[in-house]
């Protein structure tokens, strides 16, 4: 029961994660934010280039958009990933999550590279759809062995960040040349995603 109830409350943290997240190291069993489960959660999502990639170019894409998807599609994704999470935590099957990753990957980044302008209720399901893949790879990882809540907490902190620095880099778009950086980079973002494609349709 006490399992259950963390579980909810860890989806409950996910839900309640927005952008700009602010975290610091810990280190050990024995640390304040309860060590291993912490940091296992702040670490874990960038053990997978495929996450990293996707969850930059959300950030990427919400500042290229400008106001307000520079905030709405960080939030969103949190919030939606949650919805994915809990499902991956209590064993509900999504079928295809390597590919939905991957396709993350590849169709952000090429929403960057092309400048593509879409409604924000376009882009806001855009991105809610791909969340439930990501949500749901790291809510079946969750360790049987970590603090739920703890874990969470260090996985919301890291995710935000990597929203927060797509968010910085696609501020440069601002300008002439940084418009044509960030359009590379989601270029590079997109053909990353591609071979993560290959690799998981392989």
Do not use: N
Request: net charge neutral.
């Amino acid at each position: 029961m006490k399992r259950t109830k963390d579980w909810l409350l860890a989806a409950a943290l996910w839900a309640l994660a927005t952008a700009p997240a602010w975290a610091h190291g810990d280190h050990g069993d024995s640390a304040p934010l309860g060590g291993g489960s912490f940091m296992t959660g702040f670490l874990h999502p960038f053990t997978g280039w495929d996450h990293v990639a996707a969850m930059v170019a959300v950030g990427l894409w919400g500042a290229f958009l400008g106001r307000p998807a520079i905030w709405v599609l960080p939030i969103v994704f949190p919030l939606v990933m949650a919805f994915g999470g809990f499902l991956g935590m209590v064993g509900v099957p999504v079928p295809g999550i390597e590919i939905g990753i991957a396709l993350s990957a590849v169709v952000l980044g090429v929403m960057v590279a092309a400048a593509a302008r879409p409604p924000l209720w376009v882009a806001a399901v855009l991105v809610g759809a791909f969340a439930i893949f990501h949500g749901h790879a790291h809510g079946a990882e969750l360790p049987g062995a970590a603090d739920p809540l703890l874990y969470s907490l260090g996985f919301v902190l890291a995710t935000g960040l990597m929203h927060a620095g797509g968010i910085a880099f696609g501020a440069l778009a601002r300008w002439p040349a940084g418009r044509w950086a960030v359009r590379a980079g989601g270029g590079l973002i997109g053909l990353a995603g591609l071979s993560f494609l290959l690799a998981a349709a392989s």
